[in-house]
């Protein structure tokens, strides 16, 4: 269920053993974790509940 | 039984992630949603196939991707956000300085190319490992990290260099992982 990507000559890949820490400056990591975050704080809505709990009731009733 | 409890369990914690990942990609909180419910029935029908141990947080995000660039397919063009309509839909209030350069970062992230945007997103937001992203896009570790290399450049060309003076207004998040695992890359366990 994978999707093949093959690698495009015009994405030469980096040799260098750099760090996402090296690679990305603190206040740009920093602000891409929190508005990450921000979505994760939300609350999950109801229909995943309901759509978790129907898989989990087919699962019993199999 | 009790495994199947186990794995609805695991998906359950990791909706949010999800939903955040989603979002990432797409821009658009509902589309985002429709794709994370798409990608939980896929992990339902498939969950055979995820070996345990494994990571499922890695998994469950190789889905969504996919579920993605399917819809993309089925549109046969990418739909841009020239105006930023989507991405200016991104919850966030605007009552804070931060918040407001937040949604200036949300903006630009849909002016990338998803291939470096979701690499981006991968590593320095999720936490993912190098060799994690790696794998959920199925493209080399040396491939992700050029991407990302072009996705800072690209944000901070659109970003301009008046947005890191605003670093300190941004808190770090750090319920979002240990910052070290950004520069160890680690496999195993989700």
Same mark, same amino acid.
């Given at each position: 269920?994978?999707?093949?990507?093959?690698?495009?000559?015009?994405?030469?890949?980096?040799?260098?053993?750099?760090?996402?820490?090296?690679?990305?400056?603190?206040?740009?990591?920093? /602000?891409? %974790?929190?508005?990450?975050?921000?979505?994760?704080?939300?609350?999950?809505?109801?229909?995943?509940?309901?759509?978790?709990?129907?898989?989990?009731?087919?699962?019993?009733?199999? | 039984?009790?495994?199947?409890?186990?794995?609805?369990?695991?998906?359950?914690?990791?909706?949010?992630?999800? %939903?955040?990942?989603?979002? $990432?990609?797409?821009?658009?909180?509902?589309?985002?949603?429709?794709?994370?419910?798409?990608?939980?029935?896929?992990?339902?029908?498939? /969950?055979?196939?995820?070996? $345990?141990? $494994?990571?499922?947080?890695?998994?469950?995000?190789?889905?969504?991707?996919?579920?993605?660039?399917?819809?993309?397919? !089925?549109?046969?063009?990418?739909?841009?956000?020239?105006?930023?309509?989507?991405?200016?839909?991104?919850?966030?209030?605007?009552? !804070?300085?931060?918040?407001?350069?937040?949604?200036?970062?949300?903006?630009?992230?849909? !002016?990338?190319?998803?291939?470096? /945007?979701?690499?981006?997103?991968?590593?320095?937001?999720?936490?993912?490992?190098?060799?994690?992203?790696?794998?959920?896009?199925?493209?080399?570790?040396?491939?992700?990290?050029? %991407?990302?290399?072009?996705? %800072?450049?690209?944000?901070?060309?659109?970003?301009?260099?008046?947005?890191?003076?605003?670093?300190?207004?941004?808190?770090?998040?750090?319920?979002?992982?240990?910052?070290?695992?950004?520069?160890?890359?680690?496999?195993?366990?989700?």
């Amino acid at each position: 269920m994978l999707m093949s990507e093959k690698l495009s000559p015009s994405e030469p890949a980096e040799t260098t053993a750099a760090s996402a820490a090296e690679q990305v400056p603190d206040w740009l990591s920093n /602000r891409l %974790r929190r508005m990450f975050a921000d979505v994760m704080d939300e609350p999950v809505p109801e229909e995943f509940k309901k759509l978790l709990k129907q898989l989990e009731e087919k699962e019993r009733g199999a | 039984m009790a495994g199947q409890d186990l794995f609805l369990e695991q998906v359950t914690e990791l909706l949010p992630a999800l %939903r955040a990942f989603g979002r $990432s990609l797409c821009g658009d909180p509902a589309r985002a949603d429709d794709l994370v419910q798409d990608t939980v029935l896929k992990a339902w029908t498939n /969950r055979e196939q995820f070996q $345990s141990g $494994s990571n499922l947080k890695a998994w469950l995000f190789t889905i969504l991707r996919n579920c993605y660039y399917s819809e993309l397919r !089925h549109r046969k063009f990418e739909i841009e956000d020239p105006e930023g309509v989507c991405a200016a839909q991104v919850a966030i209030s605007p009552d !804070h300085d931060a918040k407001l350069h937040l949604r200036d970062l949300s903006r630009a992230l849909q !002016h990338l190319p998803v291939d470096q /945007r979701e690499a981006l997103i991968l590593v320095c937001a999720t936490g993912l490992s190098y060799e994690e992203a790696a794998d959920v896009c199925q493209v080399a570790v040396g491939t992700i990290k050029s %991407r990302i290399a072009r996705a %800072r450049d690209r944000l901070v060309e659109l970003l301009g260099e008046d947005a890191a003076q605003v670093t300190e207004a941004v808190p770090v998040v750090e319920s979002m992982g240990d910052p070290e695992k950004l520069r160890a890359p680690t496999t195993g366990g989700a």
